[in-house]
């Protein structure tokens, strides 16, 4: 019995060498299914990457983080575009870009706004206050950016005025302005620029109705009178504005 069991064992051995020999010289006849086999193989494994990074698009989108959604489903699209999660992403993915879009431009136009609040006699000073879209040549020597303000102080009142780096306004005493919101007709609104050298400023009389107008708006457009010669016209971005900020204002 003894010499029997290792003449079995090498039986046995030589059996399972020889079939492992035939496999792989079946396997070595017949490449395509060696291809065919990896291909699946590959495949499963890609399927298995994207189904995980699907979920963690789904779980942007559902706490609405529309921008690392999109860059979630960015990657999904690119690396496994022939999978099933890449086929029930792409409709989501599209209102995600969308979504993801609007908010990029809510950040940019609400970043172009500053807001500041300073003690002075008799309380706080807020202000909130934004510089225009492109510079504006009013003297000769080269564009420079407008500023817009909002200022609501606690002995002065409720002001809205543009100040410039250069130059001068044509408005001592008075004048009138020519106010544009988006692409309505422009309005002629009273205006007038302080006699003092603190700031190369220019009041525009009603701040109530200026604040009223840019409400929901995308775009404000000022025409103004300068002691150069003639008039320029100035963009601002007011989209982004907090108007909480002001909350006497509103």
Known sequence: MSTQRPANARRTAMLAVSLAAMALL???????????????????????????AASDFDAARAAENWMLAAAQGDVLLA????????????????????????????????????????????????????????????????????????????????????????GDFDCYGACRVAVTVDDAAPVRMAANRPDTDEAIAMFIDDERALWRM??????????????????????FEVGGLDRSSLPRWN
């Open 26 to 52: 079946a396997a070595c006849q017949d490449p395509t299914g060696q291809a065919d086999a990896r291909a699946a193989s590959q495949a499963g494994a890609d399927e298995a990457a994207a189904a995980e």
């Open 79 to 166: 690396q496994w575009p022939d999978t099933a999660a890449a086929e029930r992403i792409r409709p989501l993915h599209e209102e995600v870009r969308a979504r993801a879009n609007e908010a990029r431009e809510d950040a940019r136009l609400g970043a172009l706004w500053a807001y500041n609040s300073e003690s002075v006699e008799g309380g706080s000073q807020l202000s909130a206050a934004i510089f225009s879209r492109e510079g504006v040549d009013s003297d000769g020597s080269g564009a420079k950016p407008v500023r817009l303000i909002f200022r609501d102080h606690p002995s002065w009142g409720r002001s809205s005025y543009l100040v410039m780096q250069a």
């Open 214 to 235: 840019i409400d929901g708006a995308a775009r404000l457009t000022v025409e103004y009178p300068v002691k150069a010669g003639g008039t320029r016209t100035v963009e």
